[in-house]
């Protein structure tokens, strides 16, 4: 229950601070060109609001509906379908006498300021902690592999040379690379061969169900021991490190998985290394095939890992690159949901899968890692032309400049309630999908 309220509380925090910042990002631009705004709210406020003050001309308020916030700017059609200023003059002060190319800034203000968000904590980020992770050179003991992974021919204990003839630096990549690259060939060392595996098309919905079905592989030492385990009882004891199952080698975790799974209702001889003794125990497999065991996972205790540090005005030039490679890598991701054989948009999924992307013990790295690539999110959804997202309005803006023809105020009142509806349905959707794998 404890894991599921931090993961709640830093979702809310994270979103908190992506909808002030969206939502800034009109008011500025709006300020600027001295436009007046009405309302700025946290959240929704259909009926009543949880708080509210006004200041000047602007009330700020928060809404009890969690779906994200919203400016009231005077003279514009927008989400809350408001049309009683329409049927007044134009007034100075109104978005709808504004120069087309300052209407535009307004509307993109908020997508400027998530990417500028993302930028300046990917940097502070960067700065702060730097960059650590596993070169591919490291991973000495090979690779462990699933069912998936067995199925285009890797082998566990392959080493992974490059994608396509092209040397990896970060294992971590690997996936990401196979399937947003659209990575043809793996090249793998097997032994003392060098085996080139091909990548059937057809696949690719496997591997983005199942992303991490290459895994770096690790000897098995013991970590620790669940409540009446089996193991412990029989004599395993923390740092242990396996040697062998019925005298057969069992150093790696995918070793003794399946050798144990083999044994699965007998009695196995396993041998361990107890610092530089090697013990022999007589151990009965239960019918799950599990000791009761936790493997010691710290990578850094086997690889050693490759860090790079930033002082504060390299960190900024490290965050731009890390803030157009993580859109990139979006884009690409976005691009999935449009590809049948992909499947990808049975993947999409609502606040719940948001939720559980942060880690169950608060960690401000990973929540502020987690905060800038969901302001990239944030801002290229309302970025794409859809009514009622920023981005049709700014298509709408970019005709009208183009060919000097204002849209009438009764095609963009529909196109907004085209575009709430359209919204409305993929909320429902994505968040549908999330009540389903509940169940499942």
């Known amino acids: 229950m404890n894991e599921v309220l931090i993961k709640a509380l830093q979702l809310i925090l994270s979103l908190t601070i992506l909808v002030i910042i969206h939502e800034l990002g009109h008011f500025f631009f709006a300020r600027l060109f001295k436009?007046?705004?009405?309302?700025?709210?946290?959240?929704?406020?259909?009926?009543?609001?949880?708080?509210?003050?006004?200041?000047?001309?602007?009330?700020?308020?928060?809404?009890?509906?969690?779906?994200?916030?919203?400016?009231?700017?005077?003279?514009?059609?927008?989400?809350?379908?408001?049309?009683?200023?329409?049927?007044?003059?134009?007034?100075?002060?109104?978005?709808?006498s504004k120069k087309s190319w300052q209407r535009l800034l307004i509307m993109l203000g908020g997508i400027l300021f998530n990417i500028f968000l993302a930028f300046f904590i990917y940097s502070m980020v960067l700065f702060a902690w730097g960059e650590k992770y596993l070169p591919n050179s490291e991973v000495k003991y090979g690779i462990m592999t699933d069912s998936l992974g067995l199925s285009i021919g890797l082998k566990n204990g392959d080493y992974i040379l490059s994608l396509d003839n092209k040397p990896i630096d970060n294992f971590r990549k690997i996936v990401h690379d196979i399937v947003l690259n659209d990575v043809k060939t793996i090249q793998v060392k097997r032994n003392d061969s060098i085996i080139n595996i091909n990548i059937?098309?057809?696949?690719?919905?496997?591997?983005?169900?199942?992303?991490?079905?290459?895994?770096?592989?690790?000897?098995?030492?013991?970590?620790?021991f669940i409540e009446n385990s089996i193991g412990k009882k029989f004599g395993l004891q923390k740092d242990d490190r396996f040697v062998a199952i019925n005298n057969e080698p069992a150093y790696f975790f995918d070793e003794v998985r399946d050798k144990l799974n083999k044994n699965k209702n007998k009695t196995a001889i396993i041998k361990v290394l107890r610092g530089k003794d090697t013990v022999t125990l007589n151990i009965p497999i239960p019918d799950n095939g599990k000791l009761g065991i936790y493997p010691l996972s710290d990578l850094e205790r086997f690889f050693k890992l490759k860090e790079i540090n930033y002082n504060f005005f390299e960190s900024f030039i490290a965050g731009v690159g890390k803030t157009f490679d993580m859109l990139n890598s979006y884009i690409k991701q976005f691009k999935l949901l449009f590809s049948p054989e992909t499947r990808a948009y049975e993947s999409i999924g609502g606040f719940i899968t948001i939720g559980k992307i942060f880690p169950s013990e608060w960690d401000w790295y990973s929540f502020w890692s987690m905060t800038a690539f969901l302001s990239i999110i944030l801002a290229f959804?309302?970025?794409?032309?859809?009514?009622?997202?920023?981005?049709?309005?700014?298509?709408?803006?970019?005709?009208?400049?183009?060919?000097?023809?204002?849209?009438?105020?009764?095609?963009?009142?529909?196109?907004?309630i085209v575009g709430m509806v359209i919204l409305f349905s993929l909320l429902i959707y994505a968040n549908g999908n999330d009540i389903i794998k509940l169940f499942k």
């Open 35 to 96: 436009t007046r705004v009405e309302k700025f709210y946290l959240f929704f406020n259909p009926w009543f609001s949880l708080f509210k003050k006004k200041i000047g001309e602007t009330e700020y308020g928060i809404g009890w509906l969690p779906f994200g916030g919203y400016v009231k700017i005077a003279g514009m059609i927008d989400e809350s379908l408001d049309k009683e200023q329409l049927k007044h003059p134009p007034q100075p002060y109104e978005f709808r």
């Open 200 to 224: 059937p098309s057809t696949i690719k919905a496997n591997l983005i169900k199942n992303p991490n079905f290459i895994e770096v592989r690790i000897p098995f030492i013991i970590d620790g």
């Open 381 to 416: 959804m309302n970025l794409l032309p859809i009514p009622a997202l920023d981005g049709g309005f700014v298509l709408f803006l970019i005709f009208e400049i183009i060919t000097g023809k204002k849209p009438s105020d009764k095609f963009l009142e529909y196109a907004q």
